[in-house]
């Protein structure tokens, strides 16, 4: 196991080198998040344009990307997206899929970030299954050459529902999907902090991918079952504060089998000040660290 971090959690001044800004950090390995256009808004350097995966008719801005990434000896980890399959152009969503796949394969990323959610509140959770269910076999036989794993993220209000997960996995029947891990999603979903660990087994064996946070609930909610997102903002936490035993998140995810990175995901930085941000972060490398360590 090695320690990642998600761009969007490396804190970067205007201006700033996003790879000197990593650097900074200690870290040489990281999670990008993909826009529908292909580029990266969060790697850009001497105030240039973000630096872009392309398009499969243009190839040279993937080739420069790599390039770069060679040249800082950085390695992605994986390619993150916010797919809507259930979206009225839910095609170019698929299109989008297969290239960002065909991508990380080229970067040496292992694994892409694939989303349930969608906009299209009107739907059924049924609808929604189904819709992503057929896009992504499509997605999965276009790239099956590619030996890249797609991870379905345990986010927001419908794939943090195990049984969702586990009627997904079954109808789709490729061991190529499998899971973004959050750990600390399920527990965002309102799961008390005792059936948490036992959740995380369950999916463990899915994980292709790793999200890595925590939450510092008071000791009278931790082990309650909560209503959605109760009170994220005030309770989210960096990874040795938070009422989630990290070294025992990781050696679930070792008995599972799992041997690929653990992404930082801190969504509490934003009550720091931004000069204390860069320090947080290396505590939490540091907390991964002696937790794989261990």
Not at 255 to 272: F, V
Request: hydrophobic share 40%; proline share 5%; charged share 25%.
């Amino acid at each position: 196991m090695n320690v990642s971090v998600r761009d969007a959690m490396v804190p970067l001044r205007a201006g700033e080198s996003f790879f000197a800004a990593l650097r900074n950090l200690g870290l040489d390995a990281v999670e990008l998040d993909v826009h529908r256009d292909g580029t990266l808004p969060r790697v850009v350097e001497n105030g240039a344009a973000p630096f872009s995966i392309g398009s499969a008719d243009d190839t040279a801005p993937l080739d420069a990307l790599q390039k770069r990434l060679a040249e800082e000896n950085v390695r992605v980890s994986a390619l993150l997206m916010a797919t809507d399959f259930s979206a009225p152009d839910a095609d170019r969503h698929v299109e989008w899929a297969i290239h960002t796949t065909r991508a990380a394969q080229q970067l040496g990323a292992p694994a892409v970030r694939i989303d349930t959610a969608t906009r299209q509140s009107e739907l059924s959770v049924a609808q929604v299954r189904d819709n992503f269910v057929r896009r992504i076999r499509q997605v999965l036989e276009a790239t099956a050459d590619t030996g890249v794993a797609l991870g379905i993220e345990n986010h927001g209000r419908i794939s943090n529902d195990p049984q969702f997960l586990e009627e997904v996995f079954a109808a789709v029947g490729d061991e190529r999907l499998g899971m973004t891990l959050d750990t600390g999603n399920f527990y965002w979903y309102g799961w008390p902090l005792d059936e948490l660990y036992g959740i995380l087994e369950r999916f463990a064996p899915r994980a292709r991918h790793t999200h890595v946070k925590n939450i510092n609930y008071p000791p009278e909610l931790a082990n309650q079952q909560r209503e959605i997102g109760y009170e994220y903002g005030k309770y989210s936490s960096p990874l040795d504060e938070g009422n989630i035993d990290i070294r025992r998140v990781v050696q679930i995810l070792r008995d599972a089998g799992y041997n690929d990175d653990l992404c930082i995901e801190n969504e509490a930085l934003g009550k720091y000040p931004e000069e204390e941000r860069p320090e947080i972060i290396r505590r939490d490398a540091q907390t991964l660290r002696a937790a794989i360590g261990s």
